[in-house]
């Protein structure tokens, strides 16, 4: 609290408490100014949905991916030609601010997370042939690493044995094969959901951090809008 654009001496602010729970919202890390919000699934699903739109470009026809557990299988429309999404970005901040190279992180970043779910049944395998250290191995050691990942993907899954004539049931679909148009194109749609969320719960982008962050009514007219 400050007057006159200093900070009254010896007066600490006088605590207002969080609307979420009961204690100091400036100590609040889960409701108070500036905490930092996660997109819950339900927007993490539009952006799977989005993203299976652009996947069909690379099959030719709709494509639906395949949902956990892996008993459940992708599939391919291909009584239907896939047909491109008609996208346009508009003036909302994220658009603005969005650069080749943020489009190649995201997408990248959302492959390592397909990579990931997919390993998710094979991480025995997988673990150990990371521990090889061979030379197939991106990064030796390194079991985090999504360049391994993506590389065993790309190695085991369309291998055939005895049990799996086709390869893996469950396939990791290789969306960063997807064109630079495209993959702008799909950042721009991701980036519409993750704009409606904001508008709704009342929050921000702070590019400089990567994370999203709630508005408090004395940011608000400061903040950009999305």
Request: charged share 25%; hydrophobic share 30%.
């Amino acid at each position: 609290m400050a007057w006159g654009g200093w900070p009254l001496p010896q007066q600490p602010p006088v605590p207002t408490i969080c609307a979420g729970c009961t204690i100091d919202s400036e100590r609040c890390s889960t409701h108070g100014r500036d905490a930092q919000v996660s997109p819950p699934q339900g927007v993490a699903d539009s952006l799977a949905l989005v993203a299976q739109s652009y996947a069909g470009s690379l099959v030719g026809h709709p494509y639906h991916a395949a949902q956990f557990p892996a008993t459940k299988e992708a599939t391919v429309d291909l009584s239907r030609e896939w047909t491109e999404p008609l996208t346009i970005p508009d003036d909302c901040v994220l658009c603005v601010e969005m650069t080749d190279e943020d489009v190649l992180r995201r997408v990248a970043g959302y492959q390592g997370q397909i990579d990931k779910e997919v390993l998710r049944s094979k991480s025995k395998w997988y673990w150990g042939w990371v521990e090889s250290g061979g030379d197939e191995v991106p990064d030796p050691g390194d079991n985090d690493s999504d360049a391994n990942r993506r590389r065993f993907c790309e190695l085991r899954q369309d291998v055939k044995t005895e049990k799996r004539p086709n390869g893996w049931k469950q396939r990791s679909f290789p969306l960063i094969d997807l064109s630079m148009r495209l993959k702008r194109k799909l950042c721009v749609e991701w980036n519409h959901v993750y704009t409606s969320w904001m508008e709704e719960e009342g929050l921000y982008y702070d590019f400089k951090e990567r994370v999203f962050r709630r508005i408090d009514a004395a940011q608000a007219s400061s903040v950009p809008n999305s």
